[in-house]
């Protein structure tokens, strides 16, 4: 009887509700963009710079995560950002896209998309009683990108477009300052280099404050860098920029 308590009690504490938490976030990025991608086709093709060929401004976007915290000193989460940029703006060079030339002051409606699925778990050893947790983490990174190139004035009009699928592991460190039960600063930051086919570091730093309940809010600063090479053919994205966000702990 006393061993059936015991494993009882011991089961009770594993699963405490206290020791485990989900977390819902969204957020709102508004970043600086770098953008430059190169698609040949039958040996021609031109790099272009998103901003000043395609005329591509700053966009701002959501971002959606879900993150489990372990009763120990584990977290997974899944975040899922979408990218977008778009342009329209007549050349002021002639550029070459799959092959095809759009000449000096044609008029290019244009779109790049990168779809960035992430899903990352670290394990941070404790210290000073939980006021610091610091530890490795490992992620799995997907990308699903794809550009298109409109001439639509031209007759024939032309439409161009090249999508491009990747994924990347990567490894990297996360760190959790808990000053007070309601405040949590963290920092986090991971990378890898995939030889030839190019590399991708993301970074994620911020603070996490409690202010109801499960209702919490955030702000931090975000950075992004993907370069992916098929030669020779390339895409080059990088991104920062401030954060804010809100969402719910269970």
């Known amino acids: 009887m006393l061993t059936r308590l015991t494993l009882l009690a011991a089961l009770s504490v594993t699963l405490s509700p206290a020791q485990r938490s989900i977390d819902f ?7 600086q963009m770098t953008a430059r991608l190169r698609v040949e086709a039958a040996g021609l093709g031109t790099d272009i710079d998103a901003r000043h060929d395609l005329g591509m401004p700053d966009t701002n ?3 959606g995560s879900f993150t489990f915290h372990s009763a120990g000193h584990q977290f997974l989460r899944f975040t899922y950002t979408p990218i977008e940029f778009a342009g329209d703006q007549s050349v002021t060079r002639t550029i070459v896209y799959r092959g095809t030339p759009y000449t000096f002051g044609t008029r290019i409606v244009s779109d790049l998309q990168v779809r960035h699925l992430q899903l990352a778990w670290a394990y941070q050893f404790s210290a000073r009683d939980g006021l610091v947790k610091i530890g490795p983490m490992l992620e799995a990174d ?57 590399y991708f570091v993301g970074s994620d730093a911020g603070v996490k404050v409690r202010a109801w309940k499960g209702l919490f809010f955030t702000a931090g600063y975000r950075t992004f860098n993907l370069h992916v090479t098929s030669s020779p053919d390339f895409a080059r994205l990088d991104m920062r920029g401030p954060f804010v966000g809100t969402g719910w702990r269970f």
């Open 61 to 63: 976007f959501p971002q």
């Open 142 to 198: 997907g990308f699903l990108m794809s550009s298109r190139l409109q001439a639509p004035a031209l007759t024939p009009a032309i439409d161009q477009r090249e999508s491009l699928s990747a994924g990347l592991p990567s490894v990297g460190l996360a760190l959790d300052l808990n000053p007070h039960p309601r405040v949590n600063i963290y920092g986090q930051v991971a990378g890898m280099k995939a030889g030839s086919y190019g």
């Open 25 to 31: 976030e969204g957020r709102y990025w508004m970043p």
